[in-house]
């Protein structure tokens, strides 16, 4: 009878000792995925504020009359498709067409904000200029947030792929998270004319 007990006590304390360990691990992976969650928020939060300032530039821009109208339309349209965009972020079809749509985006607003130093009326517009500011505060705060969102994918995905946490992971239906690489234009080196 003593015998009995003991070992069911052996078995209780294992067994609540792996539920605990299975919990701990589990949580962990809860917790580090939620805070992937907050990052990518975070990006598409910015990403949103930049939506919101191109029909503000747009706006300041259109009155020029001589200004391009096809770096305007690029503009607009890049913003149209972008908008459009539904992602799941695990999945890396989507992650990678949202990414592209993003940079047509950058790529259009650069052409613009490129274009607009040939209109001296522009350029000496004060809401203008506050815009453009804000833009480039935003871009710069776009780059922060993805760069923020890679470091926590990159936690989550070493955690993810560790032992024994893989065999959790794969039990639970975990991915792996996709990370922001550079775009396809940034490795191209702008042409500089001096001569200008």
Do not use: C, G, H
Request: glycine residues 0%.
């Amino acid at each position: 009878m003593k015998k009995t007990l003991i070992v069911l006590a052996v078995i209780l304390v294992l067994w609540f000792s792996l539920f605990s360990f299975i919990s701990w691990k589990y949580n962990s992976l809860v917790t580090k995925e939620e805070v992937v969650n907050t990052a990518w928020a975070q990006v598409e939060n910015q990403y949103q504020r930049r939506f919101d300032l191109i029909p503000n530039i747009v706006a300041s821009v259109a009155w020029e009359a001589n200004f391009e109208k096809s770096t305007l339309e690029a503009v607009v349209q890049a913003r149209a498709s972008a908008t459009k965009t539904n992602i799941d972020i695990n999945d890396a079809k989507d992650f990678a067409e949202y990414q592209k749509e993003q940079s047509w985006i950058s790529q259009a607003l650069s052409r613009l904000l490129m274009v607009t130093e040939n209109y001296p009326n522009l350029k000496a517009n004060q809401r203008f200029a506050d815009l453009r500011v804000s833009l480039e505060w935003t871009e710069n705060r776009i780059s922060t947030e993805r760069m923020r969102y890679n470091e926590v994918v990159q936690d989550f995905n070493i955690y993810l792929r560790t032992f024994p946490n893989n065999l959790l992971a794969s039990f639970f239906w975990f991915e792996k998270k996709n990370l922001f690489e550079s775009d396809e234009w940034a490795s191209v080196a702008p042409k500089v004319d001096f001569e200008k």
